[in-house]
């Protein structure tokens, strides 16, 4: 576990602009939405023949995913290379990590290679807050999930998700389902509805998946989903977390699915034009039924497809305020 500072004197430059995208929680209404409008434009560009624009060309992004990952390591991989970035992916299974390498380590050796951007995945909570106050002036820091604290991408691609299916959101009833207190993605994606101005955030969850104090972020709690679930616009699942859990958390996984599973017929409490997320990997039978899953509501797909044009925002937001600060500082020299 790192220290935590306030995030935005470190992710932002002094003209306000992102220059690390390390947590949705402090940005501003107009940033959020930028990045969402900044997205939009890349959702277009990727239904052209030509996928690829230059924002990145002669920048090079290091993948260091200290955790397994599928969704987010690709689509990082994907969005860096049609901005046309080189791409280095490091396999920490197979890197200097495994012999006892250190992070900061690791983290000054890429340096030393000229890298201009780390996407980081750390089981750690606040690790990449930590590698963006310690790394190399103008290299840029991009969160992809540290440890319980943030999962700032992933719940920029929900956002983005809601927007393209409802338009605004200040009408709308949000239900986050699950695993709340292991969950990276639920504090993200809280600080970032409640920042454009969802009417309700509701969490679901037995009261041992939730963390002391969270109604202090601003969601209304219930432990009852027959409840929870009346009328929602939107559903947000969650995953289990088992890697993260230290003890009994849950009676079985059965019992989880009978109170807790998303099934067609808890479904049918929400909205009639609700819509299902899931950030991914999903266990199904376990937190969602199949049919649910894979049925007309589920945006869980459209979600990973989004994750690209977010992922290319981000980076190409945080490479542009890096370089504004870069010729800020030349200037007054
Ligand atoms: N949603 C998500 O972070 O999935 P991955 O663990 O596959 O990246």
Do not use: C, W
Request: aromatic share 4%; charged share 20%; hydrophobic share 40%.
């Amino acid at each position: 576990m790192f220290e935590q500072q306030d995030p935005n004197l470190i992710q932002l430059n002094s003209a306000g602009q992102l220059k690390h995208f390390l947590t949705t929680e402090g940005l501003s209404r107009e940033m959020l939405t930028e990045i969402l409008d900044t997205a939009d434009s890349f959702v277009d560009m990727s239904a052209q023949q030509v996928k690829k624009v230059p924002l990145l060309r002669g920048k090079t992004v290091v993948n260091l995913f200290f955790e397994a990952s599928t969704r987010t390591a690709s689509t990082f991989e994907l969005a860096a290379k049609r901005l046309s970035a080189d791409v280095l992916n490091l396999n920490i299974k197979t890197s200097s990590t495994s012999k006892g390498e250190t992070l900061k380590d690791t983290l000054m050796t890429m340096e030393a290679m000229h890298s201009d951007m780390f996407v980081v995945r750390h089981s750690d909570s606040g690790a990449a807050h930590y590698i963006a106050s310690n790394v190399t002036p103008h290299v840029a820091v991009i969160n992809a999930g540290d440890g319980r604290h943030a999962h700032p991408t992933q719940a920029m691609l929900d956002m983005l998700t809601i927007r393209q299916h409802k338009g605004a959101f200040e009408p709308l009833t949000v239900a986050i389902v699950g695993d709340i207190l292991h969950s990276r993605v639920a504090r993200s994606q809280i600080h970032a509805l409640r920042t454009l101005g969802a009417k309700e955030i509701r969490v679901i969850a037995p009261t041992t998946l939730l963390p002391r104090h969270i109604e202090a972020l601003g969601v209304t709690v219930y432990t009852d989903m027959l409840q929870g679930l009346k009328d929602v616009d939107v559903v947000m699942m969650l995953r289990l977390q088992k890697e993260r859990m230290q003890s009994a958390l849950l009676p079985s996984e059965s019992e989880f699915y009978n109170l807790y599973g998303l099934t067609e017929e808890k479904l049918k409490l929400t909205h009639p034009d609700s819509i299902v997320m899931h950030p991914g990997p999903i266990n199904r039978g376990v937190e969602i039924e199949t049919s649910v899953a894979d049925g007309p509501k589920s945006m869980i797909l459209k979600q990973v497809t989004n994750g690209i044009a977010v992922r290319m925002a981000v980076m190409s937001m945080a490479m542009g305020g890096q370089m504004t600060e870069h010729q800020a500082e030349r200037g007054s020299e």
